[in-house]
């Protein structure tokens, strides 16, 4: 028997009970408050050294970096660990997957990731942490090692596009999967949320795990209301009995 190819499409919903919140969602900080929105907007941030410095703050103050995956996040890699092929599609900056045990190259980040920066001159990439540590040192905005030029959080700003090789990817996956879970995630941002329809039309089983509805709740094999945290290690439990 061929083994199920699993996606799992993940939002801010799975990584709110690591102490992250979603910034980006419709009710999020980014969208309510527009100075803040500000941060993290391409051209605003490109033009405005002040923009950079108070954005530079506000990565130091929120602390991502020290999230700890947790339950569901362990869950996932769990599965893949079993033997289940397993391909994580995520919305999230917060690189939780790959610390709870998911190997990188099978998650495919769709708004990049907050662990690392990228010269927007040169495209080099680095760690937050060093660019923290010189924030923390007194450099208000600190420029590229390499070329001078301007760093940014290595995530999808608002004004920048998606990774097309990101994107091609995950539209790979969802038209591949047998089974495609999307947890939380509100399914109203795209491209994310284009992907359900995809994996759906493709004859995937559709499976959401989210506290609300959803877009696509009609169209899918079973809508799971109940809290991400226990919800998921037992649906995924599940397939993993399936599959021995
Ligand atoms: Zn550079």
């Not at 599965?79 to 917060?94: A, Y």
């Not at 990228?118 to 390499?146: F, I």
């Not at 990774?163 to 539209?171: F, K, Q, T």
Request: glycine residues 10%.
């Amino acid at each position: 028997m061929t083994k199920p190819l699993v996606a799992v499409l993940s939002g801010a919903g799975i990584s709110t009970d690591s102490g992250i919140p979603d910034y980006r969602g419709p009710d999020g900080l980014w969208r309510r408050d527009p100075e803040a929105e500000k941060l993290v907007t391409y051209e605003y941030y490109m033009a405005d050294s002040e923009i950079r410095r108070r954005s530079w703050r506000m990565r130091r103050e929120h602390r991502t970096l020290e999230a700890r995956p947790n339950a569901a996040h362990v869950a996932v890699a769990d599965l893949e660990k079993s033997g289940v092929p397993v391909r994580v599609i995520t919305q999230n900056v917060d690189g939780l997957h790959q610390l709870g045990g998911m190997p990188a190259r099978k998650v495919l980040e769709l708004h990049g990731s907050a662990r690392s920066v990228v010269c927007t001159g040169c495209d080099v990439r680095s760690p937050m942490e060093d660019a923290l540590a010189r924030v923390e040192a007194g450099e208000g905005d600190p420029a590229c090692a390499e070329c001078g030029g301007i760093l940014k959080s290595a995530t999808v700003m608002f004004g920048e596009r998606l990774d097309p090789v990101v994107l091609g990817e995950a539209l790979a996956v969802s038209k591949a999967c047998t089974v495609f879970i999307a947890v939380g995630s509100s399914l109203q941002v795209q491209p994310a949320a284009g992907l359900v329809g995809v994996a759906s039309d493709h004859g995937a089983r559709l499976i959401i795990v989210n506290a609300e509805p959803t877009p696509y709740d009609e169209i899918a094999d079973e809508v799971v209301r109940e809290p991400i945290g226990t919800a998921l290690p037992r649906i995924l439990g599940r397939l993993r009995g399936q599959e021995a």
